[in-house]
């Protein structure tokens, strides 16, 4: 088994969707959380506040180990299901009632219009445990793979992002239990389990920590906890690290006034007992508007950060 060897440089991480290019720096406890977690077999859980890069972990880690990468985002509409499969049982409805509409067709052309792998999706646990049968089945159904980058081989195995836990009912974590503890699913339609193929996945599920978790998860999971530092002039320096390797062409003392103005707004929120907290995510869309809007002028980017922080840390009022 690969494990993930520690280094401070940046890892660029490719667009996803509307969201600007990234970067991640490793921490090395990160790193050793993730490799523990290939070791035992077991998830890693990711807990802090959002916008802290819990997420991006996921993808950093996928992109470094040149592992496929398959993410879902949990919503209070999640079932533990659509972590294994989707069957759409409202389109083979409207298929059989179409089939039973036309009546010449023949019965063994109706069986097979109204197969259940016509309309069965593979979820991001099947593409995890075996990407060769998921890929099968998402073919048959006529639904699409997840994208792979350039160096990503699923052959090195699969990082699955399980994101915002937390949002979902309690039996949504109580689910997985028994796909992670067996190794293999049983979608339906199908003679043979889908099982774990050699590498196992690494699973990085997420949490904001806006509801507690059931124990029996927690307790079948390995947990790494990120937050920013307590103390003002180490999350100062953090921050500053931060916005160099996302801007490296950014001015030190831009970096500086925007890190000033964070801890400021941050400590203010704090003590009106407001959440969320302005935290990391803020900061960089701090510095990316600026630079942006002002990309040749140190003079401007300072001057405009006190007008930009209004709506990209103040966002509680007041």
């Not at 802290?52 to 992109?63: E, H, M, T």
């Not at 599920?205 to 103390?231: G, W």
């Not at 500086?256 to 407001?274: G, H, I, N």
Request: glycine share 6%.
């Amino acid at each position: 088994m690969n494990f993930i060897q520690y280094s401070p440089d940046p890892i660029t991480l490719d667009p996803q969707g509307g969201i600007p290019d990234q970067v991640h720096v490793f921490e090395e406890r990160e790193v050793k959380a993730i490799n523990a977690a290939l070791a035992a077999g077991r998830p890693l859980l990711v807990r802090g506040e959002p916008g802290i890069g819990k997420s991006q972990l996921a993808r950093a880690a996928a992109k470094i180990m040149k592992r496929a990468y398959v993410q879902h985002v949990v919503d209070s509409q999640t079932e533990s299901r659509d972590l294994l499969w989707r069957l759409d049982a409202l389109q083979r409805l409207g298929e059989a009632q179409l089939a039973g509409a036309l009546r010449d067709v023949e019965p063994e052309g109706i069986r097979e219009r109204l197969a259940i792998e016509r309309f069965l999706s593979p979820g991001p646990l099947w593409w995890a445990f075996h990407w060769a049968s998921a890929t099968e089945q998402a073919e048959c159904s006529g639904t699409l793979a997840p994208t792979l980058p350039d160096e990503a081989n699923p052959r090195n195995g699969c990082v699955v992002l399980i994101d915002e836990i937390d949002k979902a009912e309690s039996e949504v974590p109580n689910g997985l239990l028994e796909a992670l503890g067996s190794g293999q699913i049983n979608p339906p339609g199908r003679a043979e389990p889908v099982s774990v193929t050699d590498p196992p996945p690494l699973l990085i599920i997420t949490t904001n920590e806006e509801r507690a978790l059931p124990d029996a998860f927690l307790r079948r999971c390995l947990v790494l906890a990120l937050a920013l530092p307590k103390d003002e002039r180490e999350l100062a320096d953090k921050l500053v690290q931060r916005g160099a390797a996302h801007f490296p062409k950014a001015k030190e003392s831009v970096l500086r006034k925007a890190a000033a103005l964070l801890v400021a707004d941050r400590r203010a929120a704090s003590e009106a007992q407001l959440r969320p907290l302005p935290g990391q995510a803020e900061y960089l869309d701090l510095l990316r508007a600026v630079l942006n809007l002002y990309p040749r002028s140190v003079k401007q980017q300072t001057e405009a950060l006190d007008d930009l922080a209004e709506y990209t840390l103040r966002k509680h009022g007041g």
